[in-house]
């Protein structure tokens, strides 16, 4: 290879890595905020659930 060659790959190579983490860490970060509602709707799910099961309990006890 020219140099100018080796030049211009050893430019891209240390160019792309740079690239592609600044994508990775930007696609890390916005997971919590994706991650965040839904454990907040398995909470109000999870609690309504319980209060159906519970109403049914006592209908069918009467407890």
Do not use: W, Y
Request: a negative charge; charged letters at 10%; aromatic letters at 4%.
């Amino acid at each position: 290879m020219s140099e100018t060659v080796e030049r211009a790959v050893a430019g891209t190579n240390i160019h792309m890595p740079q690239t592609q983490s600044a994508l990775i860490s930007t696609s890390l970060t916005s997971i919590p905020d994706q991650r965040q509602p839904a454990s907040q709707t398995f909470a109000k799910f999870q609690a309504g659930s319980t209060a159906i099961l519970q109403q049914a309990l006592e209908t069918i006890f009467g407890c």
